[in-house]
C-alpha cells in the first residue's frame, strides 16, 4: 500500500543548565529580564510526527512518501530519511522560513524555559495533497499534526478525491474548536488518538463515541500501559495489551512508533488486532532510546519482541511480511 505522512517535521534542541534558574531571577526586576544560561550538554533530535512515523514505516520496508513544510536547512535531515526508506518528494521547501524548531533548556530541578517556532510547517498550507495522491498513486493518507489549515486542506482533498485517510489530530486537538475537528475527522477511514485525546473529541465536537463511529470507519484509542481498544460500528471491540519492555528511557514519540507499526500492518493485509500488536512492538523499541527516532529495528530483534509478547504464533503470521 502507498501511503502518504502528512504532518509536522521538525528539530528538537534540548539543553541542560548546570544550575537553578531561580538563583538567577531577581523578584522585583521580572518586567526587565536579560538573562544568559551557560549551559553544559546540547542534544539535537530529529523529530515531527510526520517524520517520525515516516521512519518506522520506512524502517519496516515501506516507502512511505512525507508530505509536509520544511526550510532550506533540512537537507542533512532529508538525507538521513531517505537512507532509512523514506520518501521526501513530497516534502515543500520554504524559500523565506526555516524548518520548525523546539529550543528548551532544563535546569538540574527539571525546570524548563522553552519556546517552539513553527517556521515553515505555517506553509503546509500550500500543499495539495490531491495532486501528490494523483503522482504517487496514493492509497492512504495519514493527515497528522501540523499547521491546523493544513490539515484542514488536506482531509477535504481526501474527501474531494476519495483518496481514504486516517486523521490523526494529536495535540492539535487542544488549539482547534468544534467545528474544525467535525471537519477533519468526517469520513476517515481511521481515527487516531489517546484516552484523553478521545474525550476532548468528543467534548468539542459535541459528538457521543457512538456519533463519531457514524462518521469514521475504525477508531484507535491508545492507552497508555492498558494497551490499545479499536472500535468499529456494529463490531466488538478490539483490546490489545502492551508489548513487553524492558526499560523505560522516554515516551517522546512512542505514539507516532504505534502508528507506523499499525499502518504498516495494516497495508500487509493483517487483521487490526495483529496491526495493534505489531505497533506496540514497535512503540516498545521507541520507548526504551531517548528520542522518537533513535531506535533500531531488526527481523530477528522484531520477531523476538513479538514472540514475548503475543506468542509464536503471531511471530509466524507477521514474518512473511517483514524485509
Not at 529550543?103 to 527539571?110: G, K
Not at 492498558?226 to 524492558?246: F, H, L, N, T
Not at 526499560?247 to 499499525?262: C, H, I, L, N
Amino acid at each position: 500500500m502507498r501511503i502518504a505522512v502528512t504532518g509536522s517535521i521538525a528539530t528538537d534542541h534540548l539543553m541542560t543548565f548546570d544550575g537553578r534558574f531561580a538563583e538567577q531571577l531577581i523578584a522585583d526586576q521580572l518586567e526587565q529580564v536579560s538573562l544568559s544560561f551557560l549551559v553544559e550538554e546540547l542534544d539535537v533530535r530529529r523529530g515531527g510526527v510526520a517524520a517520525n512515523i515516516s521512519y518506522g514505516m520506512g524502517r519496516l520496508g515501506l516507502k512511505p512518501l512525507l508530505v509536509g513544510s520544511v526550510g532550506a536547512d533540512f537537507a542533512e535531515y532529508r538525507a538521513w530519511l531517505e537512507k532509512h526508506g523514506v520518501d521526501t518528494s513530497g516534502v515543500r521547501t520554504s524559500d523565506r522560513k526555516h524548518t520548525a524548531r523546539f529550543v528548551c533548556t532544563t535546569d538540574r530541578e527539571q525546570n524548563q524555559i522553552a519556546s517552539f517556532y513553527a517556521g515553515a510547517m505555517s506553509e503546509a498550507r500550500e500543499i495539495d495533497l490531491a495532486a501528490l495522491a494523483a503522482e504517487h498513486s496514493l492509497e492512504l493518507a495519514l493527515i497528522g499534526a501540523n499547521d491546523p489549515q493544513a490539515m484542514l486542506r488536506h482531509s477535504e482533498d481526501c474527501r474531494r478525491t476519495g483518496l481514504p485517510f486516517a486523521a490523526d489530530p494529536s495535540q492539535q486537538l487542544a488549539l482547534m474548536d468544534g467545528a474544525d475537528i467535525r471537519n477533519l475527522i468526517e469520513g476517515a477511514a481511521y481515527l487516531f488518538t489517546n484516552e484523553y485525546e478521545k474525550g476532548l473529541a468528543e467534548q468539542k465536537t459535541g459528538w457521543s463515541d457512538e456519533e463519531i463511529l457514524d462518521r469514521v470507519g475504525i477508531r484507535v484509542t491508545t492507552l497508555g500501559a492498558k494497551g490499545v481498544r479499536i472500535d468499529r460500528k456494529g463490531e466488538p471491540p478490539v483490546s490489545v495489551d502492551v508489548a513487553e519492555v524492558s526499560e523505560k528511557v522516554d515516551p517522546t514519540g512512542v505514539g507516532d512508533a504505534f502508528r507506523a507499526g499499525f499502518l504498516a500492518a495494516t497495508s500487509w493485509g493483517l487483521s487490526l488486532e495483529r496491526a495493534a500488536q505489531v505497533g506496540n512492538c514497535i512503540a516498545v523499541h521507541s520507548l526504551e532510546v531517548n528520542g522518537p527516532t533513535e531506535y533500531e529495528l531488526t527481523t530477528a530483534g522484531l520477531l523476538a519482541r513479538i514472540t514475548a509478547s503475543y506468542g509464536k504464533e503471531v511471530a509466524d503470521e507477521v514474518e512473511p511480511h517483514l524485509a
